[in-house]
């Protein structure tokens, strides 16, 4: 049933830097043009948001007219579109920033003394889901602070916690409809976000109401799954997934309703690594 829900899909994701697609039910890669990392692309899929060392830019869904939107400190970064395609919302210096897809300056979101990060804009363009750490009391992540999911209104207003776990809740992504959100739980403390899981590390996919009730889990535990992503009608969750066997990421995808879980890129050997996947607009 899987396949048959995907066989009219595209997936694009990062492999070993490169921005390639492949269709998500299987097949061929084929390379879009562009070097960089965690590309989105536009809610009409004409254009692609990336990062490229400390900047994040906009090209065109071809690889070409590629600008830069921003530079930033580099320090995990990662963008994403409103769903009118308007404005984005990236990181800098662990906090997240909004501004015109088009240029003009940014407007500061998020203030707090702590680490924010992992922005996703609501499909009504009504919050901004993202990984916080706005209940702990210094700028650390150590032992006494562990990201939760929040969600804040668009000017950086009304934020509000979703998540209250002993474990590490990071990279909530929205559903089609603003329903649920998808999320990672990982289970060890790390020293920064974005860095080299150690091998012991299990991260989860999980899922919840919108409201942050209802949790629940949709890979088995003791896994690696990152940067969960909503398939355009809703059905179909991919993710980048460790593969223990090749001791390197590719990208899977579940049913989001539970079930068992498909390889869309396994990678071929230790020095293939698959992040970020990104659905194209259906």
């Not at 070097?35 to 990062?51: A, D, N």
Request: neutral net charge; glycine residues 10%.
């Amino acid at each position: 049933m899987i396949a048959v829900a995907l066989a009219a899909l595209t997936l694009g994701f990062e492999l070993n830097q490169q921005i390639v697609t492949i269709p998500a039910a299987g097949g061929d890669v084929h390379e879009v043009g562009l070097r960089g990392e965690s590309p989105v692309w536009s809610p009409g899929g004409r254009r692609i948001l990336f990062v490229l060392g400390t900047d994040v830019k906009i090209a065109n869904a071809d690889g070409t007219g590629i600008r830069r939107l921003a530079h930033t400190a580099g320090d995990f970064t990662v963008a994403g579109w409103s769903p009118d395609g308007k404005r984005v919302v990236y990181v800098d210096n662990f906090d997240i920033l909004a501004r015109a897809a088009d240029g003009g300056p940014p407007r500061r979101l998020t203030h707090s003394q702590e680490f924010d990060y992992d922005p996703a804009w609501s499909p009504d363009g009504k919050l901004i889901a993202y990984a916080g750490e706005a209940h702990c009391s210094v700028r650390y992540v150590g032992q006494d602070c562990r990201p939760e999911i929040f969600v804040m209104l668009p000017d950086g207003s009304g934020k509000r916690r979703l998540t209250r776990n002993p474990a590490n809740d990071l990279e909530p992504a929205w559903s089609p409809d603003g329903r649920r959100l998808a999320f990672v739980r990982c289970s060890r403390e790390f020293d920064l976000p974005g860095e080299a899981l150690p091998l012991d590390y299990a991260c989860s996919l999980m899922v919840m109401r919108a409201d942050g009730s209802g949790t629940r889990r949709l890979t088995p535990p003791g896994e690696r799954v990152v940067q969960p992503a909503w398939s355009p009608d809703g059905r179909t969750i991919a993710f980048a997934r460790l593969s223990r066997k090749e001791a390197s990421w590719g990208i899977a995808v579940i049913p989001a309703a539970g079930g068992p879980e498909r390889w869309v890129h396994r990678p071929r050997s230790h020095v293939d690594n698959d992040f970020h996947p990104s659905w194209l607009p259906g």
